[in-house]
């Protein structure tokens, strides 16, 4: 059913609904992102043990990463508990906003997903023209993004700063894996790469290693939409690649973030040619100290927290991982979030 706003239940169940939000067309037709929130059932309510200081007056926009989308019922759920309103973005050709014209995931520039998190931002109330008339919600901005959406939304916030009030980044991808000399050797080549084909296929690098760790079908504990989240991820483009790129490259120049940004990652990377065990308490997919380093390019008030048998994503790391990546977040948010209590 469709409410007088658009809204329709989600996949995710009870608390869960999305809104399907038309954005302009591109060279491949029909373009849309779908916005999820989460409403804490009342039956819920009532077992759950609520901690309003921490994110009260909160609004919290969630961006996944590449060859991914949003289905972590318990950070929606975590959100809830302490205050916030929460919402997911599934971004243009990913997810429940993927359709069978597009070429999954792509883009040219990561620019071209500030239409997607305006149109987000203006259900929420927090948009650019709503603000601008004095109608904006008077909540607090949080963001959160997980890999390329870590990328993503800390260019959007540098652009944007006088509209967050904090950013929290999941193994944000900020550097590329071979470093910076590597990025600064393969750069070359893929911008002319882009220039002469964006959408040939680049070879594939991803051997599904951290599908393994955590798809309840292999080794992991979680159940996702395998065809939304494919095993070895999307196929990779040389116009895709250059907007990576691109995007290192300004984080390597300095973002000058003036809010508060918190860094979760893993404590190491298991970068390996073949499966090892320790993949399952590891980052298969990204150089974490690579990314500590970048992470301090970001702005003045950055904190980086490193834990001990994180995967790729922190919040599909075993429970008691999980369980300290939101304790950070707790601890982080009094100190940068929570409203001073008066009298």
């Not at 948009?127 to 870590?150: K, M, Q, Y």
């Not at 973030?257 to 980052?283: E, K, Q, Y």
């Amino acid at each position: 059913m469709v409410d007088s706003r658009g809204w329709v239940a989600d996949i995710l169940g009870d608390g869960f609904q999305q809104r399907t939000l038309p954005l302009e067309p591109d060279d491949e037709g029909e373009v849309v992102a779908t916005l999820v929130r989460y409403r804490m059932p009342a039956i819920e309510q009532l077992g759950e043990f609520l901690l309003p200081d921490v994110a009260d007056g909160i609004d919290v926009l969630y961006v996944h990463g590449w060859s991914d989308y949003f289905f972590q019922r318990h950070l929606a759920r975590f959100w809830g508990r302490h205050g916030a309103r929460f919402y997911a973005l599934d971004l243009r050709k990913y997810g429940r906003s993927l359709r069978a014209h597009q070429t999954p995931g792509y883009i040219d520039d990561l620019s071209i997903y500030d239409e997607d998190i305006e149109a987000a931002l203006s259900v929420i109330g927090h948009g650019a023209e709503d603000r601008a008339n004095g109608r904006g919600s008077r909540r607090r901005l949080v963001l959160l993004g997980h890999s390329t959406g870590g990328l993503t939304l800390s260019l959007w916030a540098a652009r944007n700063q006088d509209r967050v009030a904090g950013l929290v980044l999941n193994s944000p991808w900020l550097e590329f894996q071979a470093r910076q000399l590597g990025r600064l050797a393969i750069a070359p080549l893929i911008q002319a790469g882009s220039r002469i084909d964006p959408r040939a296929q680049l070879p594939a690098v991803d051997l599904g290693f951290y599908t393994r760790s955590v798809s309840s079908t292999m080794d992991g504990a979680w159940d996702y939409d395998l065809t939304w989240r494919p095993v070895h991820g999307f196929r990779l483009h040389p116009g895709w690649l250059n907007a990576i790129l691109t995007g290192h490259r300004t984080v390597d120049a300095g973002l000058s973030l003036r809010i508060p940004v918190l860094t979760l990652l893993s404590a190491r990377s298991a970068l390996l040619p073949r499966w090892n065990d320790s993949m399952m308490h590891s980052d298969t997919a990204l150089d974490v100290d690579a990314v500590a380093e970048r992470a301090l390019d970001l702005g003045d008030t950055v904190t980086i927290v490193r834990l001990d048998g994180a995967l790729h994503d922190v919040f599909l790391s075993d429970e008691p991982v999980r369980q300290r990546a939101f304790e950070q977040i707790v601890t982080w948010g009094r100190g940068y979030l929570a409203t001073p209590r008066r009298g």
